[in-house]
């Protein structure tokens, strides 16, 4: 199977929904189910004949102080997509962000509150059914990333720009706040930054 399982997104393009304790909004990236034997299409969330939620990714607009969404049986990564300086904290953790590309994690069941944010910020929330499934995901700042075949996969760009290339030599060129996400590709893909400011964050998940 070639490119054509690249499916491309930007976050202003996905739909704003409410954060499920209604303090927030949120944009699905996309949602993989139990019981669903490949990947859903692009945003999209599924029902309940789709079984639990396994693996979801979303951004979520943070726009003022509040309490943080509880989600029992996921273990939870954030990553800043915007923002500045930002805590979760709770009496006994205080969980940090300084900037685009930092990230934390934390188990969905934790309670937290988000404090007041610096100007627009956005997280790329990424959740996993503990025990079911998992994520390994990096941020790469000014750095090439190789992409090994296989499994399902995601990119976004954070900031500047960066060039996808695949073994077999197609290319895709993306901005910051767009992404590619994949499923079982063939061949290996090479991240390449343009230019000298560019960070990008990957994602891949595995049962």
């Not at 706040?177 to 964050?201: I, M, N």
């Amino acid at each position: 199977m070639g490119a054509s399982r690249l499916t491309p997104f930007a976050i202003d393009a996905l739909r704003s929904e409410p954060w499920r304790n209604g303090a927030g909004w949120t944009r699905a990236v996309c949602v993989q189910h139990a019981e669903s034997t490949s990947a859903p299409a692009l945003g999209q969330a599924g029902g309940p004949a789709d079984g639990p939620v396994l693996w979801r990714v979303s951004v979520a607009d943070i726009t003022a102080a509040g309490q943080f969404s509880q989600f029992d049986g996921l273990d939870r990564t954030a990553v800043m997509v915007q923002g500045g300086q930002l805590r979760l904290s709770n009496e006994a953790v205080q969980l940090d962000f300084d900037g685009i590309g930092s990230q934390i994690q934390f188990p969905g069941e934790w309670s937290l509150h988000c404090s007041a944010p610096e100007g627009n910020t956005q997280l790329l929330n990424i959740m996993v059914r503990r025990g079911q499934a998992t994520a390994n995901v990096q941020v790469v700042e000014n750095a090439a990333l190789a992409l090994a075949p296989g499994g399902q996969q995601l990119v976004l760009v954070l900031r500047g720009s960066f060039q996808l290339r695949s073994h077999g030599g197609s290319s895709h060129t993306l901005s910051a706040r767009t992404g590619l996400r994949w499923q079982a590709l063939e061949e290996s893909w090479q991240a390449e930054p343009l230019g000298t400011d560019a960070v990008l964050v990957w994602c891949a998940f595995s049962r």
